[in-house]
């Protein structure tokens, strides 16, 4: 099931630091999902689509400019609802 695979994508981003180091440089979502699959996970842009669309999330101020300036916040909603994670 594709959100199994988001869910794990946020497993891995909690217990590794230098893969979520790594999304946070990438230059685009096509990047992202390289480092990812890289990774061994198997996660698409329509698996982390609708996950976000279920998680009812607002983003920060700093989400926003990342967005604006053209950058990618692949995981900025996930990170943002699950901050007592992080």
Do not use: H, R
Not at 21 to 33: C, H, I, R, T, V
Not at 37 to 60: F, I, M, N, P
């Amino acid at each position: 099931m594709p959100e199994e695979n988001v869910v794990a994508l946020l497993a891995m981003l909690q217990s590794d630091p230098k893969l979520k180091e790594k999304l946070k440089s990438a230059a685009d979502l096509d990047s992202a999902l390289a480092i990812v699959t890289a990774a061994g996970l198997d996660v698409s842009k329509a698996d982390l689509l609708k996950y976000q669309s279920t998680q009812g999330v607002e983003l920060s101020e700093e989400d926003l400019e990342t967005v604006a300036g053209g950058g990618v916040c692949f995981y900025c909603a996930y990170s943002n609802s699950m901050a007592d994670d992080w």
